[in-house]
């Protein structure tokens, strides 16, 4: 019974993993624009976070319900996941969004993203096992290119300081959202669990906004429904199908995509020249992806680790 409950779920992974690739470039290409509406918006960041959620959030669930999905009763024995979950995302916007303004550009996208790294190192915790050479090298080619990507525009100054560390929480509570989601793609589509955590993030951004005294009712419509289709539709949605197709590290070194768009939307809009070196960190970035997509299995922590126990 078990090995039959293993193939069902091993044979979609593998016949889906190339759709599920195109699906993770997408979302970090939308979601790198994110910055970009967060400082055209006229309201608060935190109150920014909140519209992106709660204009999206009634279109998820109502295309969840019209492809014939039941959320609320597919969910059951997960709303404790969900509602985890929609609060480390909230969290993770709030933190990111107010961050943004405090600091640089080049420096929120380095810290918003540190879920690059941590995210891969809960995959190999969570599967016992040591990353294979190839995957090594590509998580080797994935620093190198952050470091060409970031070092020529990063500044680290006590003026950031403050908000590099609310970056820096960002990536980290959205290294969590990611554990989170993936156990909760391992039973739900992802329309359904996209619709329900964006339904749980609404009343603490809603608070926090309130809280911190923002700015919530916009003037200017355009950014928010922006965000909302471009970030949350289209890029969470992206992002939360491949959760339950790739692995961690190739979910995570695929963030570093975010940087690279960053640069270029830099270039276009604010007229920011790019270096050879954002070349060359693009290419190994696109390079360590493909060799993870084709890397070798992870080796085991300890001999016999991760093997079933004998009876």
Not at 294 to 306: E, F, I
Request: proline share 6%; glycine share 10%.
């Amino acid at each position: 019974m078990q090995e039959a409950r293993t193939a069902r779920k091993t044979i979609p992974a593998r016949s889906h993993a190339a759709t599920a690739l195109a699906a993770v470039v997408i979302a970090n290409i939308t979601l790198a624009s994110g910055p970009l509406f967060v400082r055209i918006a006229d309201v608060g960041p935190v109150a920014s976070g909140f519209w992106r959620i709660a204009l999206a959030a009634p279109v998820l669930l109502a295309a969840s319900m019209l492809m014939g999905e039941r959320p609320v009763r597919a969910s059951r024995g997960l709303w404790g996941v969900l509602a985890l979950a929609g609060l480390a995302f909230a969290a993770d916007l709030a933190s990111w969004h107010i961050g943004i303004g405090r600091t640089t550009l080049a420096n929120a996208t380095l810290f918003g993203n540190s879920a690059t790294f941590i995210f891969p190192i809960y995959g190999f915790i969570a599967a016992r096992m040591w990353p294979s050479r190839m995957q090594a090298l590509a998580l080797a080619l994935a620093a190198v290119g952050a470091g060409l990507l970031m070092a020529r525009s990063a500044s680290l100054s006590p003026r950031n300081l403050g908000g590099d560390l609310l970056c820096l929480l960002a990536g980290v509570l959205y290294a969590v959202y990611f554990v989170l989601m993936a156990g909760v793609r391992e039973r739900l589509a992802p329309m359904p669990a996209l619709a329900l955590s964006s339904l749980a993030s609404i009343p603490p951004l809603l608070f926090l906004a309130f809280a911190f005294g923002e700015q919530v009712w916009p003037g200017n419509w355009w950014p928010l429904l922006a965000m909302a289709v471009v970030s949350q539709l289209i890029g969470q949605g992206c992002m939360i199908y491949a959760l339950g197709h790739l692995t961690p590290l190739v979910v995570g070194i695929a963030l570093l995509i975010q940087p690279a768009v960053g640069a270029a939307i830099g270039w276009v809009v604010f007229d920011e020249r790019l270096a050879a070196a954002d070349a060359v960190g693009a290419v190994l970035v696109a390079l360590a992806l493909v060799l993870v997509r084709g890397g070798n299995k992870p080796q085991p922590l300890a001999p016999g680790a991760g093997e079933p126990k004998s009876t």
